[in-house]
């Protein structure tokens, strides 16, 4: 996926709860290697995700939402996709909107 001048590349694979998913971004300054843990139960309710193809989907759009906030640097190296809300309220919002069928 590209995002201006960004660049994210996204694998998933499934644990026992859900995915872990291995991200590379780049954002025109810095490129940076990222890990993002979604659970079943997330990726349902926020993507209607249930394959690894919708997740990879929402990791992806979950790196746009990001990048239109902060720079790449400013990403955390490991986190789970739950706890950008914390960061940013209007998250789970907006990515279902985003990812809606």
Same mark, same amino acid.
């Given at each position: 996926?590209? /995002? %201006?001048?960004?660049?994210?590349?996204?694998? +998933?694979?499934?644990?026992?709860? %859900?995915?872990? +998913?291995s991200?590379?971004?780049?954002?025109g $300054?810095?490129?940076? /290697? /990222?890990?993002?843990?979604?659970?079943?139960?997330?990726?349902? $309710? !926020?993507?209607?995700?249930?394959?690894?193809?919708g997740?990879?989907?929402?990791?992806?759009?979950?790196?746009?939402? !990001?990048?239109?906030?902060?720079?790449?640097?400013?990403? !955390?190296?490991?986190?789970?996709?739950?706890?950008?809300?914390?960061?940013?309220?209007?998250?789970?919002?907006?990515?279902?909107?985003? !990812?809606?069928?």
């Amino acid at each position: 996926m590209t /995002h %201006g001048e960004a660049s994210v590349q996204v694998t +998933c694979a499934a644990t026992a709860g %859900g995915w872990r +998913c291995s991200v590379d971004a780049d954002d025109g $300054r810095t490129a940076g /290697h /990222h890990e993002v843990t979604v659970s079943r139960e997330d990726a349902e $309710r !926020l993507a209607v995700a249930r394959d690894a193809a919708g997740v990879v989907r929402l990791v992806e759009e979950t790196f746009d939402f !990001l990048l239109d906030r902060e720079a790449r640097s400013s990403i !955390l190296a490991t986190f789970d996709v739950t706890v950008v809300s914390r960061y940013f309220p209007e998250y789970e919002a907006e990515i279902s909107a985003r !990812l809606a069928p």
